[in-house]
């Protein structure tokens, strides 16, 4: 090969060694300011009597808006769980976003609907409405009926006929905890600058749901969903819990956040022509505030749970990722004028250039990388010693960060009592890094692939639905 | 092998092998950490089960007057002091009265190091020991509490600030509105809340401080809000007062939400001229207010509401007329509109 080509190898080698050393070193620090963080978390909860903070009249009101398309097998257990909820005054929306199975079916029977009138106050133009149903049985549910317009058009049409203060968006198939409210709505009490609040998602499979109530917590049977147990761990109490810890969160899950409401009136709703609504909207609320000089805060709160149905395919879980990276990447782009801008702050100065550079880019880099290492081993140019050490550090490193997931879990909230549990993740932490962790590349790269070709639509998620056999505790 | 990047040079393998041995280290120190929090989360577990196995007889017994205090005190270790200040925490949140009394006194020998605490450097520690103290020995650590008002942390401050706000106590909320302006932060309706519930003990207090212009208009709006909720019907005049004499937004809405609840129609004149107010949420409570308290006299007057620019200013008027059981209105309305 020529001189250049392997100019280029090199290149790529060294850009491969950068990226490496940068993502792994913000994921080390990021773990280390959780660990810190999580430790003041969890005593300022015990200082501030969540028991009393409960009984305490003066929360907000909040309305839970739950877009629903194809949730059958979910959604009656779902609202269940969310009208069974220990918070002072919430209404819940359904938006039924023209669902094809027999969502509106389910829910009419299980609730007994009735057409009722509701004057929307909000005026964000959405899909047409068909009609707007309220419980006979639970005055405070209420379902849209609209044609589909997405998920984002169903939060839209949601937030069009919210009153109260607050609302918080959480997907149809969740199970919010009972005072999961009353945790969430904790920073907006303490700072009334706060905009908007993000909970931690916990993976169900493999509990025991009753009722709408997660009563018994374990892992799931099958491995996909086990490593995506410790997936969240890291996700969550890792990266967001170290991102909250330095006042730069920029994702809130879509599955559960409360947002004031005038403030995402304001910034024009969610949009609509991206498939990852959750966090353009809270990268465009930073850009928002900071372009109008309010004073705002976004927070991540570790301790307020929704659980999820994770998938146990792999064909899904692809679908799952690829939709996750496309989100990602319009995010991104679309407020590109963010980055390494001073004017957004830390955000635009560390936030946004580490989702841009190390999350965004890392699937190109990461491919690109391990082609270049190939043809460099092939080629004979790398030493055997050299390459079986940067192999090992990689797997150690990954190994690292997921123990720390894990003992950053058994720090906090330790919610896996079972000690074989414990012993679960930490082995898992090992097993990912062989092929998971390159899975997931794949995956994302396919995302960054889909995302150039523009590609649309929920992507279809198949559910089992709550308490299904195979979900027992194993 | 030639020269490539991944060509590494002695230096850079032993740096390599270094680095690796390091991040074995910490994968041990890592599993090890999670195994000990592990061990520790269920031996305190497993601690807590015994101890209150060991003393719920013997607190129930003090608690039914067949045991004297000083058997329950010997059955305490010196180590167990802060777990059963702890325990009787828990007690006392599920008692009151006589029962409530019993055990504050149980907890008045172990008081002591928990005060000691409030010296501690930790926020979280203090704010902690300042809940404890104002639930097991508010009347003699009162002046104690007060003192953590002005705490250099917030978080301690407002604990202080909620311990002090308890249901029955009115004699330390003029301390707590005192210091309200430092809560700034906070919602103002938590803090309204916290001050009504207190009682109606506490609204003499708030009606002084609604009409005292010393005050910051939103502290002021804060007593304001406090007021509404605890339904004070002597609050109307007061907040008419401010009406005539205040034009702070949060404030003047604030007032007017004291008389959509305890007004009376003496007050329309004050409230009509606030339906042609620029903000949205002045114009809808005025409106409210003439909806529930108005004529017929006031009938195109809110039959205009419902062109109103603001949704709001329309819900408001239909919640006030439905709750009001103003069917017949509604139809007129609702027909001429």
């Not at chain 1, 963080?37 to 808006?65: F, N, Y």
């Not at chain 2, 002091?81 to 029962?99: K, N, P, T, V």
């Not at chain 2, 339904?231 to 937004?249: K, Y």
């Amino acid at each position: 090969m020529s001189t250049a080509v392997w100019a280029v190898v090199d290149a790529l080698n060294q850009l491969v060694l950068g990226y490496f050393l940068a993502l792994n070193t913000g994921y080390l620090l990021s773990s280390l300011a959780a660990f810190r963080a999580l430790r003041r978390h969890t005593r300022r909860l015990r200082a501030l009597d969540l028991s009393d903070l409960l009984a305490s009249a003066g929360m907000p009101p909040i309305t839970l808006v739950a877009p629903a398309y194809d949730e059958e097998a979910t959604c009656v257990d779902a609202i269940r769980s969310l009208l069974m909820l220990s918070y002072a005054e919430f209404e819940v929306i359904v938006v039924n976003d023209g669902s094809r199975d027999n969502t509106l079916g389910r829910l009419w029977e299980a609730f007994d609907l009735e057409p009722a009138n509701r004057l929307a106050s909000g005026t964000l133009a959405t899909a047409n409405i068909v009609q707007v149903y309220r419980s006979r049985a639970h005055q405070n549910l209420w379902v849209i009926d609209k044609a589909n317009g997405g998920k984002a058009d169903a939060l839209n049409a949601g937030l069009n006929y919210t009153r109260t203060p607050l609302f918080c968006a959480i997907d149809a198939d969740s199970l919010l905890e009972r005072d999961a409210l009353t945790r969430i709505v904790r920073p907006f009490l303490e700072d009334r600058t706060t905009v908007a609040a993000g909970g931690i998602i916990r993976i169900a499979n493999g509990c025991v749901v009753q009722d709408g109530n997660v009563i018994s917590i374990g892992l799931p049977a099958e491995l996909l969903p086990r490593l995506q147990v410790l997936e969240y761990l890291r996700a969550f109490l890792a990266g967001r819990m170290g991102w909250e810890a330095i006042n730069s969160t920029l994702i809130i899950s879509g599955a559960f956040g409360v947002f004031r409401r005038d403030v995402v009136l304001g910034a024009g709703g969610y949009a609509t022509d991206t498939v990852g609504e959750d966090m353009e909207l809270v990268v465009r609320l930073h850009r928002y505030c900071r372009e109008r000089k309010m004073p705002y805060r976004i927070a991540f709160v570790p301790d307020p749970v929704a659980w999820t149905e994770c998938p146990n395919r792999l064909a899904v879980l692809r679908r799952q990722r690829d939709r996750w990276q496309r989100g990602l990447i319009e995010s991104l782009i679309r407020h590109r004028v963010m980055l390494f801008n001073p004017r957004y702050g830390r955000i635009g100065l560390l936030a946004f250039p580490f989702f841009f550079f190390l999350e965004m880019l890392g699937p190109a880099i990461e491919l690109g990388g391990y082609l270049a290492f190939l043809v460099t081993v092939v080629a004979g140019r790398a030493s055997g010693a050299y390459v079986l050490g940067f192999l090992t550090l990689a797997f150690v490193l990954g190994t690292v960060l997921s123990i720390a997931a894990v003992a950053l879990e058994e720090l906090s909230f330790h919610r896996y009592p079972k000690t074989r549990d414990l012993a679960t993740l930490i082995w898992l932490g090992v097993v990912e890094n062989f092929g998971y962790r390159q899975l997931a590349i794949l995956w994302r790269m396919g995302g960054t692939l889909s995302a150039l070709r523009r590609k649309q639509g929920w992507g279809r998620m198949e559910r089992q639905g709550f308490g299904a056999p195979a979900r027992g505790v194993t | 092998m030639t020269g490539g990047v991944l060509d590494g040079p002695d230096p850079a393998l032993r740096f390599l092998a270094v680095g690796l041995l390091l991040l074995l280290v910490l994968i041990v120190a890592l599993i090890r950490t999670a195994l000990s929090y592990r061990a520790a989360n269920n031996h305190t577990r497993a601690e807590w089960l015994r101890r209150e196995a060991a003393w719920e007889s013997a607190v129930l017994g003090v608690l039914g007057g067949s045991l004297p205090d000083a058997e329950l005190h010997a059955v305490i270790g010196s180590a167990d002091r802060l777990y059963f200040i702890e325990y009787l925490l828990r007690f006392a949140r599920r008692l009151q009265g006589d029962e409530r009394g019993t055990v504050e006194r149980l907890a008045a020998p172990y008081l002591p190091a928990i005060a000691a605490r409030l010296d501690q450097r930790d926020d979280e520690f203090r704010a902690r020991a300042i809940n404890t103290l104002s639930c097991l020995g508010l009347a003699d650590y009162g002046p104690v509490i007060v003192a953590a008002l002005d705490d250099r942390s917030d978080l301690v401050a407002m604990v202080a600030a909620r311990s002090l706000a308890r249901p029955g106590v009115p004699e330390y909320a003029e301390e707590v509105l005192r210091r309200l302006g430092r809560f700034h932060q906070w919602r103002p309706s938590f803090l309204a809340s916290m001050l009504a519930q207190i009682g109606l003990d506490v609204a003499p207090v708030l009606r002084r401080t609604l009409l005292d212009a010393a005050v910051e208009p939103s502290v002021r709006a804060i007593a304001a809000e406090a007021l509404r909720e605890l339904h004070d019907p002597e609050a109307a005049d007061p907040a008419s007062e401010v009406l005539r004499t205040s034009d702070d937004r949060d404030l003047l809405a604030a007032s007017l939400g004291v008389l959509m609840e305890v007004g009376q129609p003496e007050h329309l004149d004050l409230v009509r001229p606030l339906i042609g107010s620029k903000e949205p949420i002045l114009r809808a409570r005025a409106y409210a207010i003439v909806a529930r308290l108005g004529g017929a006299d006031d009938v195109a007057v809110i039959r205009d509401a419902f062109h109103d620019d603001s949704p709001w200013v329309v819900i408001r008027v239909l919640e006030t007329l439905r709750a009001a059981g103003a069917h017949d209105a509604l139809a007129q309305l609702g027909e001429a509109s």
